[in-house]
């Protein structure tokens, strides 16, 4: 009755998991427990059970739940290493549970646990713990009496025990550190009943993960833990990503216990879409503390240990070769982790570096204390945008540091007076201007907006306003341009490529009347062929026929987009260096320099070469979109180059800004003013290896000429998977810009940035790829993506 009754509440707290501690027909256990709670004082209390070699009847011993909770931790600790050593004067003061009590108190447990510890005072203030275990059964794992393990022979529950707790457990260390393979259901459920980080993460207070083979596949899943030291490697392609993931949900939910990553957006992407983990707590960006620390961002794991003066791993090296002989080879380098059976050395690499950045975590702690919470927020931000942005890294740019990139998340959290404000992207165009240009019969399936729609409708005659309302208005909004030919109906292409017709009427084509209409609007023609309207961005290019006159016009639209050029505003504020657009026609290349310009000129003396008039429009006024910069006007496309000269000499600029640049005498103007300190910023047509390849253009970007290599190189390219030719291209000077943005077509808020084009153009001479930056705009909010990638 003392034992049941509600003054005392009794926790049968089991050493060995899966095994019932007492039964009400074992008396003798029972009677221990009533002896317990008769003298036992007015509050909950725990019963543990530890059975000995040296005793092996029951044994109970009062403690409460944190010193259980240690000397659970104290006997796996002691199985492993035979003895710990500790000084009598220091210990941590008790936070959670599984942390380590004060010395004093530690003695205390100790004392009260004999049948257990083995205490002995060494030399100063240092005494020494040992298990206690009996010559006969030292270091085989004994099992709880039980009624039901009482009705077989000792031998077989002994054996049956032994088995069940090193099934998943391979005698193989990685430094001090015991690697645990983890490839079939039995040795997942064994280690999910077994091991205490899994059951009760809350006790734990820090664990490593890595993953590898992320983000197109999640191969395996290393968890490191500090008490035991082990790293557990689960193979998710033998078990299966949502199988291991299910299993780890518990400690990936637990925000008390903290899961440290370093660059986690791959591995959280994966978890997420691969394994089906809905929800992470807890978790620490281990590179977001590196950045906290020495203010630079996307720091490795190796440069990061190398920091701290800790071992780093050796096999990184290899591993990346290994995985750029795949590339090369045309394979995925990520399906290397999806071979079975997996090598040694792949399991050695995989397991240092969970355990190599679990080592690094009391350092880091320590450097970075007094913000902890604010970098673990941090982190739950980063996680959750790298899942909304397919892995992508969410940048920004500090002010104070010449507009140094930087991690958005942190400068929220911890540096937001030095933040660069993004701002939503705006498009401004002069639509009204362009309907002015039309003949009137042609304008009403123009609006500006659908909510005028129906208003434009009801001030059209009868017969027309029924035609109107069967199909929707033409937003303007949307129309990239124009197309007026002779003797053909009039039609506008949209942005998604649909081309519509201007009238419903099959024999509504295009007049000579209706060209002289528009051109009579817009002056003389250039021998470019191109005209603009006076204060706007619109560009209307002429076809003519054999007499010379003009039998076709095209009208494309110019848009202004504010803010356009804050994506690579690193490149233009925080550097001297020259930046090339390329990208096809319609891509958006004029709308980036147009804003480069004008963002440049706040600072500096910037001047436009404006050979069609695209960049500050027509007319002796530019528009208001390019700011402070200047603009000079080219008379015809042949004297591109000799006004870009005469703007070097005369007017002194920092920085010239011109578009479509691509013939040679351009880029001999192009070197010669940024031999002269002037900064070029232009834009050309096609892709970087585009340029390369075309004789002509390459000269941009240093132009190039074949060379013969002797035996030895031949053979090197030979190994590398490489055309083994003796004669092959090389780069015969610097480029001239040193920044390279590609552009495709239709895709406005992405664009493909090369940050050295030295060095991508020597990846493309010899055959490889080159490293590129993926930069993604959010419209709405001018937030900013990156993601590393090779082109």
Not at 25 to 38: K, P, W, Y
Not at 429 to 449: C, I, M, N, Q
Request: glycine share 6%; with cysteine.
């Amino acid at each position: 009755r003392a034992a049941t009754s509600s003054l005392f509440r009794i926790h049968l707290i089991r050493r060995w998991r899966g095994c019932s501690m007492a039964r009400a027909n074992d008396f003798t256990a029972f009677a221990a427990l009533l002896l317990i709670a008769s003298s036992a004082a007015f509050h909950p209390l725990s019963a543990t059970y530890y059975p000995t070699a040296r005793d092996p009847s029951v044994a109970l011993t009062m403690m409460t739940a944190p010193e259980q909770s240690y000397v659970d931790r104290l006997i796996e600790t002691l199985k492993t290493s035979g003895s710990a050593m500790y000084m009598a004067q220091l210990g941590l003061a008790t936070k959670r549970p599984n942390e380590l009590p004060r010395s004093a108190k530690l003695k205390r447990i100790l004392e009260r646990n004999k049948h257990i510890f083995e205490l002995k005072i060494a030399k100063g203030n240092q005494f020494e713990v040992r298990l206690l275990a009996d010559k006969k059964t030292e270091g085989k794992p004994t099992k709880p009496i039980t009624q039901r393990n009482r009705c077989r022979s000792k031998k077989k529950a002994l054996e049956k025990h032994s088995t069940s707790r090193t099934r998943a457990r391979p005698s193989v260390r990685i430094g001090e550190y015991e690697l645990v393979l983890v490839e079939t259901a039995e040795q997942l459920a064994d280690v999910l009943r077994i091991e205490e980080v899994f059951l009760a993460p809350c006790y734990t207070k820090a664990v490593a993960i890595d993953c590898e083979g992320v983000p197109e596949n999640l191969s395996l899943v290393q968890v490191a833990t500090l008490s035991p030291k082990r790293v557990f490697v689960f193979d998710c392609v033998k078990l299966s990503a949502v199988a291991v993931c299910s299993a780890l949900n518990q400690l990936l939910r637990d925000e008390r216990c903290v899961k440290l990553f370093h660059d986690l957006h791959m591995d959280v992407l994966a978890l997420s879409k691969i394994g089906g983990v809905t929800e992470m707590k807890g978790l620490l960006d281990t590179q977001l503390v590196a950045e906290y620390i020495w203010a630079e961002p996307m720091v490795g794991l190796n440069d990061m240990l190398n920091r701290l003066d800790l071992p780093q791993n050796p096999t990184k090296l290899e591993m990346k070769a290994k995985m750029n002989r795949a590339s090369d080879g045309h394979q995925d380098s990520n399906n290397l982790w999806e071979r079975r059976p997996l090598s040694s050395a792949d399991l050695r690499y995989a397991a240092l570096d969970a355990a190599l950045l679990l080592d690094a975590y009391k350092p880091l702690r320590e450097l970075a204390w007094n913000d902890e919470n604010q970098l673990i927020a941090a982190t739950a931000e980063r996680a959750a945008n790298a899942v909304s942005w397919g892995g992508a890294r969410w940048i920004g740019f500090d002010t104070a540091k010449d507009f140094a990139l930087t991690s958005a998340e942190l400068q929220q959290q911890l540096r937001t007076a030095n933040t660069f404000d993004f701002s939503p992207i705006i498009a401004e165009t002069d639509e009204a201007k362009v309907v002015g240009l039309l003949p009137e019969d042609l304008r009403e399936l123009f609006s500006h907006e659908e909510a005028l729609a129906e208003k434009l409708v009801e001030s059209m005659p009868y017969e027309r306003a029924s035609a109107a309302r069967a199909r929707p208005p033409i937003i303007l909004s949307t129309v990239v341009d124009i197309v007026l030919d002779s003797g053909r109906r009039p039609t506008c292409t949209l942005k998604s490529g649909e081309r519509i017709y201007l009238s419903d009427s099959e024999e509504r084509v295009t007049t000579a009347d209706d060209i002289q209409f528009i051109t009579a609007q817009v002056g003389e023609f250039g021998s470019d062929k191109r005209a603009g309207m006076d204060g706007t961005l619109h560009r209307i290019s002429a076809i003519y026929n054999r007499e010379r006159k003009i039998a076709g016009l095209t009208i494309r639209l110019g848009r202004s987009v504010a803010h356009n050029a804050d994506m690579i505003v690193d490149s233009l504020r925080g550097t001297n260096r020259s930046v090339l657009v390329l990208g096809e026609p319609g891509s958006g290349k004029t709308t980036i320099i147009r804003a480069a310009a004008a963002l440049l000129a706040e600072h500096h003396t910037t001047i436009i070469i404006d050979t069609s008039n695209e960049i500050g429009g027509d007319g002796t006024i530019p528009h208001r979109c390019i700011g402070h910069a200047r603009r000079m006007m080219v008379p015809s496309l042949d004297d591109q180059s000799a006004v870009m000269v005469e703007c070097v000499q005369n007017h002194t600029p920092h920085v010239m800004v011109l578009d479509e640049i691509g013939r040679e005498k351009e880029a001999e103007a192009a070197e010669g003013a940024k031999r002269r300190g002037v900064r070029v910023i232009a834009s050309a047509h096609g892709t970087l290896r585009d340029l390369i390849n075309n004789r002509a253009t390459s000269s941009l970007v240093g132009a190039w000429e074949n060379v013969v290599v002797g035996d030895k190189s031949a053979k090197r390219a030979t190994a590398k998977g490489l055309p083994s030719s003796k004669h092959v291209p090389q780069r015969m000077r610097p480029p001239i810009f040193d920044v390279v943005i590609e552009l495709e077509a239709g895709v406005l808020d992405q664009w493909r940035l090369v940050t050295d084009a030295a060095a991508a153009v020597d990846a493309v001479l010899g055959g490889g790829q080159y490293d590129a930056q993926i930069r993604r705009r959010d419209p709405h909010t001018g937030a900013v993506f990156l993601a590393h990638v090779q082109a």
